[in-house]
């Protein structure tokens, strides 16, 4: 099994959503979080202050599969995230030992 966290601008996530579930894929976990890779952040005007915003608003989604859905699931993600401009995000993939379904007891690719 492996884990995958992909962070995107909020904006894109409910065509991800729709794409993952386009492929038969469920079971996400979202999270608003706040960071900055190559953009770091940018200058804004608020009542005539400039300030600058170094952590900018994403979203990460968190998702548990099976090795053999993992490249399709990246390639949905990758295909629907991207706008083609700085800051599209990135996606990890890691390893998961185990997993245990905590109703049932249920372990492994079954408790996904």
């Known amino acids: 099994m492996k884990k995958i966290e992909a962070i995107i601008k909020p904006f894109k996530l409910d065509e991800v959503r729709e794409a993952l579930g386009d492929i038969g894929l469920q079971g996400i976990t979202v999270t608003e979080v706040k960071g900055f890779g190559r953009q770091k952040g940018h200058t804004e005007l608020y009542r005539g202050a400039e300030y600058v915003v170094d952590f900018l608003p994403k979203v990460k989604i968190e998702m548990v ?7 399709q699931a990246i390639a949905v993600i990758q295909q629907a995230a991207r706008t083609g401009r700085i800051g599209d995000g990135k996606i990890f993939i890691l390893p998961v030992d185990d997993a245990i379904r905590v109703r049932t007891g249920e372990r492994g690719p079954n408790a996904v």
């Open 65 to 71: 599969l099976e090795e053999s859905c993992v490249e």
